[in-house]
């Protein structure tokens, strides 16, 4: 497998907070030296008070192209529901240019039912949801190769997910990066059946970068998860107090395996 390096990411979870508390952490996390900062593609808060204070993504990741300088950033994940394909395509690389080409697209199909239900979209179905996903993926792609200008670089696509018929196919076939969650023994049962698509489709799986949520102690669950190929490790954190604590020791495991 190619060798990556080892990148930690904050999921900045846009909730209970108000945004000058946003941006500073956004910054606070880029000084302490974390590689990537996402947000996530809600309109509700997903714990604590269900009608607290919430902010939008996309809004969000231009206002962070500018004030933040180092850090890719992006969406984990982008819900494919809530734009149409061509325009999604248009503000991701509005975002690239903005930011100096350090945009992560991150999508998946959408799961929140309540955003769907208070903003008018059709819920439908998870399975429904993923064959429009798929039907999306190839029209992003086609508009990003359309757009005046260009993206800066090839955005990469993170794809969130770990359906194991439908998500880590499409995986296989589009992204650059695949986010899964869960434990050592889920996540290696997620890798074999990814290689197994990358197979079924002709693409060498070294090229996708893998990525996990983790809780927990990073010297107990780096190696376990380092061992599947995982080489991306992202941590989640709500408002109204941004704890980054977290964040700091991954980081610092970071710095002694970093080899």
């Not at 945004?19 to 996402?38: H, K, M, P, Q, W």
């Not at 970068?209 to 709500?238: A, H, I, N, W, Y």
Request: glycine letters at 12%.
């Amino acid at each position: 497998m190619t060798e990556r390096r080892i990148r930690i990411g904050l999921q900045l979870q846009p909730q209970h907070a108000d945004y000058d508390s946003i941006r500073r952490t956004a910054s606070a996390a880029e000084d302490l030296g974390a590689d990537i900062v996402f947000n996530w593609d809600h309109f509700y808060p997903l714990y604590g008070d269900p009608e607290g204070m919430h902010f939008e993504c996309w809004t969000m990741l231009g206002a962070w192209a500018e004030s933040t300088s180092r850090v890719e950033i992006g969406a984990l994940v982008t819900c494919n529901s809530y734009r149409n394909p061509e325009l999604l395509a248009d503000m991701a690389r509005t975002v690239d240019h903005i930011s100096g080409g350090r945009l992560i697209l991150g999508i998946g199909s959408g799961w929140f039912e309540k955003d769907y239900d208070e903003y008018g979209y059709e819920f439908g179905t998870a399975g429904g949801r993923l064959d429009d996903l798929a039907e999306s993926l190839p029209r992003i792609e086609s508009r990003l190769g359309k757009l005046n200008p260009a993206p800066t670089r090839k955005i990469p696509v993170l794809i969130g997910g770990g359906g194991e018929k439908k998500t880590l196919k499409l995986v296989a076939k589009h992204a650059d990066i695949w986010h899964g969650f869960g434990d050592p023994e889920v996540v290696g049962r997620k890798v074999k059946i990814l290689d197994r698509h990358c197979a079924d489709v002709g693409r060498d799986p070294a090229e996708i970068e893998r990525s996990c949520g983790v809780q927990g102690e990073p010297d107990e669950l780096g190696p376990k998860l380092l061992e599947l190929g995982v080489t991306t490790f992202t941590v989640g954190v709500g408002g109204p107090d941004y704890d980054l604590g977290a964040l700091e020791k991954w980081i610092a495991w970071r710095e002694k395996n970093q080899g």
